[in-house]
């Protein structure tokens, strides 16, 4: 936990402005992290949504052709 020398407060990490310094006197408290920008666009969807959307496509698609049907 990044301690403010001249405030002497402990100070929680999120409780930090984004570049480090303390939110009161303004003083660099801890060096901000390094953000890889390739790893933040790294998102993976999880292979189970993707079923859930084709388990919904032939729900929709099968409701359809029952729908269709009644007119027939």
């Not at 402990?10 to 939110?23: F, V």
């Not at 009161?24 to 292979?47: F, G, L, N, Y």
């Amino acid at each position: 936990m990044p301690f403010c020398e001249p405030c002497d407060k402990w100070r929680a990490p999120n409780a930090l402005m984004p570049d480090g310094t303390c939110p009161r006197c303004r003083t660099v408290v801890q060096e901000p992290p390094a953000v890889d920008p390739a790893a933040a666009d790294a998102t993976k969807i999880p292979w189970h949504f993707w079923v859930m959307v084709a388990a919904a496509g032939l729900y929709l698609m099968w409701r359809v052709i029952e729908g269709v049907s009644w007119f027939f």
